[in-house]
């Protein structure tokens, strides 16, 4: 035992850092939402929590793959990485921006509930897209450049300043969903403010004149990240809008509180895939070890979680409200066991993109999000809130086991003997499991030997803000 921990002591101890950041800024997210569900009515809190996670999908569709390359380049490029940097943010908040107009034009096709009621809520929903889109671009940008310090510090402080926010929105007489957005905008954009000054200009530092031609340079790098950044995060998203558009908003405002519970909890996971990145880069020989570990300590989590939902799902909606079990009933019972699926999902991304497999692999992750979709969608016609978490808890799944079974055929196979050449040694293999230090490896494709760079966490994702 003792032996399994050395081996995977930089694995543990980033994950144990990465980890601890993400208890303390979900722990604030949900006494948002808890104080927020005792303070607003359910159908408030229904389409607010709709609205957000629209604006997290279209901040995602926004970024685009950007943030994920910025933090692969911004160490290659650093006499050029503030003027990458303010690139990727410029067209990454006008994507977002305009992807939000098209949203408000479209909306009313969307079903009955209408969620965008009036103008204030359309100003606000559209600034808050493009902002969504700056923190992923910038958020990256910072772990990029080795400052992951000041990420985490962003997120806690954003966390308490909504947190307070709300408090004070509500003594202000507020109770509609317009209240909960702006605390969300405004909580945003102090908490830059903040941070930049705690850093002494660190993230303005990030910013300058935009060097669109060097951003042009590395487009071609920015595809393959970005579509498996979409098909793993935007079903996700598009759920809780689902909930408003085919139940109601009331439905969804119970509905938010265990999806809350099972993203947070899905962020221990996708954190100790994601580390597996630099940990592979520094160590080769200990990949399979350490990716028996990531996987094995994240089912084992996932699993609890699953269990604890399962017994207290009730318990738990009582906590924010008293009328959300009446809402929802035992329906949510089995969704903590989606997260199964969730974390094989991570780990077979996290396979794919160590061995450059993406383009490969791109398109199954993209068709298993949209039957997650799909099947949501059958079940909520068929079986109401019950039907939708049966029919995704099971397609995520069997699409978990399925992807990470193809990613790792894909890795292993590369790993397999191939004949020699005429007259020279045999071909290396393709894939960066058990590959010798200091070769170039996917997924940045870095002329330099890969190590792990020294003074900060050196991680590619995005986070949550509960």
Known sequence: MREA?????????????????????????FGYWWLAARLFPPEAIGRAAALLSVMGLLGLLGDSGLGTLLVG??????????????????????????LGMVFVVAEPLFGHASLIAGRHTMLLFIFGSALTAFTMVVSQALLGTLNGTARMLQQVVFSLLKLGMIGMAALAGASNEIAILMTWIAGAVVSWILVDLATHGGVRALLGRPDFALLHKLRHKVLDHYTLDIALQAPGLVVPFLVVVILTPTTNAAFAVVWMLIATAAAIPAVMATVLFP????????????????????????TACAVFVLVYSREILAA??????????????FLGFSLLGSTLKFHACTLARLNDAMRRSSPWFLLGGILELCVAVAGAELGGLEG??????????????????????????????????SGSQPTQPRSTLGSAPGKRMPPFDSPAPCEVPAGGIYITAKGTDA
């Open 5 to 29: 921990v050395r081996k995977s002591a930089a694995l543990l101890r980033n994950s144990g850092a990465l980890t601890l950041a993400t208890v303390v800024t979900a722990g604030l997210g």
């Open 320 to 333: 924010f409200n008293p009328a959300y079990p009446d809402i929802a009933g035992s329906s949510l019972r």
């Open 388 to 421: 939708l978490v049966v029919g995704w808890t099971v397609v995520v799944s069997i699409e978990g086991a399925c992807m990470v079974l193809y990613a790792g055929y894909v890795a292993y196979s590369g790993s397999a003997s191939r004949p020699p050449s």
């Open 73 to 98: 380049e911004a160490a290659r490029y650093r006499g050029r990485v503030a003027g990458l940097v303010s690139a990727a943010t410029v067209v990454a908040m006008a994507l977002a921006a305009a």
């Open 279 to 302: 940990v592979v880069r520094a160590s080769p020989k200990q990949s399979r070890h350490n990716f028996a570990v990531s996987l094995g300590v994240s089912l084992l989590f996932s």
